[in-house]
């Protein structure tokens, strides 16, 4: 299939500011490196650059965090909504912020890509120039990668990072009594995607009141973190270090996410329900909910409608990736300002099984899963 | 797009020998995760096992090595041709061998799949064994993954190496007076996918002489390395701590890979023709060339055009993925008994560009580019 045959998704060939320029298939495997290698990040850890079997890369620690994220065309990303240079950013972001939820500092990608033959070279330089952006200021780089010729554009990033150090926090270390704080935000992922599909991109010309608001303040936010999310990656190691007990990226949804957490410990996690007022030092959910009911009312006339799926997004949109982590009561006086007590962790009671809870009760819904069609 | 309604390539679900089962698309993530993890190979320097955000390694030399390879269905396998068994035992090979290839030992593999819906999960455990098979007595385990949909089966696989303390060996260093050596064998795989291509396929029932004859003796053994190489992954570090000054490990064809090598390290290699009478010492490529010519008589009547095909898989087929190194005159005698010499290293002439020669002249074919068409 070319991508002039392409189905729904126009593919790169369609993607929007590319000179047209050569198409992959035209060029050869070194031509094409030669064309978009220097484009990448650089690595700061490189000991033996990319171009031979294997990079080498320093792992001072002794150890090293290895993840892994793939990107499926049409499943993950769509040309026509995204540039390569956001999808680029979007595949290095997801990946780094694994690192982050260990404690630790990226280092090291590696990246396999899967394109077809007619996807102009101007787009591969694009992608490689959102990875530059993901990995600015983070002494992470692209070291090595793999090429290859498929129906459609696959992205397949592994990630390295270095806990200097510290012990890696695990999704199954939270206490019974341990507070439940997220940094990051929640929703704007979720709130974007459904933007799109209902054809309000900020990008599109389009007219009418809800294609201008699309392109305006936190509508315009929401497209921009589904299209390339910003996870605070630094907090990682600082929340390690102000000694989170459990930790990982929400990138399946709050409830989902927060369900791992509380199975892989063993203990119930308690999310606060965003309506309720917060105590003293809990700023919960609220602000999130706040924030996207107006986008929220772009999509739903009714306001209690527009409630429901902000709410929504809040507690099941994923993608956003920011932070999730667990901490000794006595350990929120050192967390960074940008933390959010969002819930507490209990001991489960007899016969009842590890998992989360909302307001108090078992979630109707919890948030994405990848296989289920 | 279906699997049922697959073009020529069947998709897994015509996998040959799987119970029928459940698709994946049946499960959710968490229960495919627990289907087929328990059979993938374990790694002996896991810290922090898969099941957290990353998965930790030990780097005990202070650095790791890296690397990745993508496997596109249809571009690289075809599951008519090679079991999902054979299939995982390829994509885990020819990435250890990378790791080889830098004198280091493997460590730690990370692995992200892209699978139809109607991916049997069957498919996907043999897959797994397929894995442990090729990581057997290697000390390297799978250690964290991704899952993701797509139309077509993608396995992208990133492995990690410990140099133990070596310098690793670069394709860089080759010197004028080097000598050239291989290690493993060369054009099996080549002539393999040859005897698919044309219809003899070991497994399939077939009548007449030449299906006969692919079950037997060295047709077989080559259809063989093709589904799944055996590289000789402990000659890495052996060639290493013998003193080789470059090596890689040859998946585009000893032509175009022993070029690699004369590039990188600013000198020109030249590979003796495989009909030169071996000198003392100098094995050759005749054993290879004499070994497939029976096999490329099943395939051409003519004795000199079955001598030029298999003259043709020695020199330019790729993925046995044996080890292409040079060494110093005077090491040749520490090396390892398989290693055999192919060619010599020498300075460039005045106006003369790095390269590859054969029997001294430019080769007129190379050998595999995966993205011209």
Chains 1, 2 share one sequence.
Do not use: K
């Not at 700061?44 to 294997?54: N, R």
């Not at 007619?118 to 591969?124: C, K, L, N, S």
């Not at 695990?170 to 019974?176: D, I, P, Q, V």
């Amino acid at each position: 299939m070319s991508i002039a045959e392409g189905a729904d998704d126009g593919g790169p060939a369609s993607a929007g500011g590319c000179t047209p320029g050569a198409a992959v298939g035209e060029l050869g495997e070194e031509a094409l490196l030669a064309a978009f290698t220097p484009l990448l990040p650089q690595a700061e850890q490189e000991v033996v650059p990319s171009g031979d079997d294997c990079a080498v890369v320093a792992a001072p620690d002794g150890r090293f965090c290895v993840s892994t994220d793939v990107l499926v065309q049409g499943e993950h990303f769509r040309t026509d909504w995204s540039t390569a240079r956001d999808i680029g950013a979007r595949a290095a972001a997801q990946n780094l912020a694994d690192i982050a939820a260990m404690g630790a500092h990226p280092t090291a990608l590696v990246v396999s890509l899967v394109l077809p033959r007619t996807t102009p070279v101007a787009w591969v330089q694009d992608l490689a120039r959102g990875f530059a952006d993901a990995c600015r200021g983070t002494g992470a780089g692209v070291v090595g990668g793999d090429l290859s010729v498929g129906e459609r554009v696959v992205i397949a990033v592994t990630v390295h990072g270095d806990l200097g150090g510290r012990r890696p926090v695990l999704r199954s270390g939270a206490r019974a009594g341990d507070v439940v704080v997220h940094v990051g935000t929640l929703g704007r992922s979720a709130a974007g995607l459904a933007l799109l599909q209902a054809g309000l991109d900020d990008r599109a010309g389009g007219s009418g009141e809800a294609a201008a608001t699309a392109r305006t303040g936190i509508a315009s936010e929401c497209i921009a973190v589904y299209r390339a999310p910003s996870p605070p990656l630094s907090a990682g190691p600082a929340l390690a270090d102000a000694g989170a007990t459990a930790m990982l990226d929400v990138s399946d949804g709050l409830l989902r996410d927060a369900g791992r957490i509380a199975r892989a410990s063993g203990v119930v996690v308690e999310i606060a329900e965003p309506d309720d007022a917060p105590g003293a030092g809990r700023v919960g959910l609220s602000a999130d909910l706040a924030a996207l009911e107006p986008v929220a009312g772009m999509l739903r006339e009714d306001a209690a409608a527009a409630r429901a799926l902000a709410r929504q997004w809040v507690l099941t949109g994923g993608e956003d990736h920011g932070l999730l982590a667990t901490f000794a009561p006595t350990a929120v006086r050192e967390l960074p300002t940008s933390a959010r007590v969002i819930g507490a962790v209990r001991a489960r009671r007899v016969g009842e099984e590890a998992g989360v809870l909302l307001g108090g009760r078992v979630p109707e819904q919890l948030g994405w899963d990848h296989f289920r069609a």
